[in-house]
Nanobody
Framework: QVQLVESGGGLVQAGGSLRLSCAAS????????MGWYRQPPGSQRREVTH???????YYSDSVKGRFTASRDSANNTISLQMNNLKPEDTAVYYC???????????????WGQGTRVTVSS
C-alpha cells in the first residue's frame, strides 16, 4: 500500500500563485510515475501533469506555461507550482502515483485525499 498526503490548497485571487505538495509513504519502492489530476465542480477528473521516473514531464494544454511540477525521487515527493491562476483552475487537486505491479500486470494507481484550490475573479 501507498499513502499520499497532500498540502497547499486554498483560496487565491486570479493572477496569484499557490504551491501544492504531495508526499508518498508505505510501499514506495516501485513508484514509476507521480503527478496530479484535478476535478472542477460538476466535471470529470482530468490529468494536469505527471513526471516519470526518467524525468519526462507532461502538462495538459490548459496549464502549460503556468504550472511547474517538480519531483524529488529520493524523498518521494512531488510539488506543483501554480502561477497566474485563473478562475477555471478552481478544482480539487489529487496527487497520484503509479506503482509497478509485477512484469505481467499494469501499474497500480494510488490517490491522495485531494486538496481544494479556489481562484476568485
Amino acid at each position: 500500500q501507498v499513502q499520499l498526503v497532500e498540502s497547499g490548497g486554498g483560496l487565491v485571487q486570479a493572477g496569484g500563485s499557490l504551491r501544492l505538495s504531495c508526499a508518498a509513504s508505505g510501499s514506495i519502492s516501485g513508484i514509476s510515475v507521480m503527478g496530479w489530476y484535478r476535478q472542477p465542480p460538476g466535471s470529470q477528473r482530468r490529468e494536469v501533469t505527471h513526471i516519470t521516473w526518467t524525468g519526462y514531464t507532461y502538462y495538459s494544454d490548459s496549464v502549460k506555461g503556468r504550472f511547474t511540477a517538480s519531483r524529488d525521487s529520493a524523498n518521494n515527493t512531488i510539488s506543483l507550482q501554480m502561477n497566474n491562476l485563473k478562475p477555471e483552475d478552481t478544482a480539487v487537486y489529487y496527487c497520484f502515483v503509479d506503482v509497478l505491479n509485477g512484469p505481467n500486470n499494469g501499474p497500480k494507481k494510488y490517490w491522495g485525499q485531494g486538496t481544494r484550490v479556489t481562484v476568485s475573479s
